[in-house]
């Protein structure tokens, strides 16, 4: 199988809402680190942050370079 190192996922998606993607991630890949995105501020993200190790958020817009530090932050 492929191992993955983050996930980067936007809060605001057609079909499937960010947490929605985020429990089926979750359900394949156990522990994953996941950066949220969003430009609406942090909402019911704040109760996630709590529950689940390895994750964190990040606002739009960004700079590549607040990218690169949140992946950094993250990442092991």
Known sequence: GKAY???LLDMTMPRMGGL???ETIRRIVPGVPVLFIS???KGNLKEALRKFPHIS??????????LLAAL???LP
């Open 57 to 66: 958020y990040l606002p739009k817009p960004f700079k590549v370079e607040q």
């Open 5 to 7: 190192r983050a996930v």
């Open 39 to 41: 430009g609406y501020g």
């Open 20 to 22: 929605e993607s985020f």
């Open 72 to 74: 950094d932050e993250l």
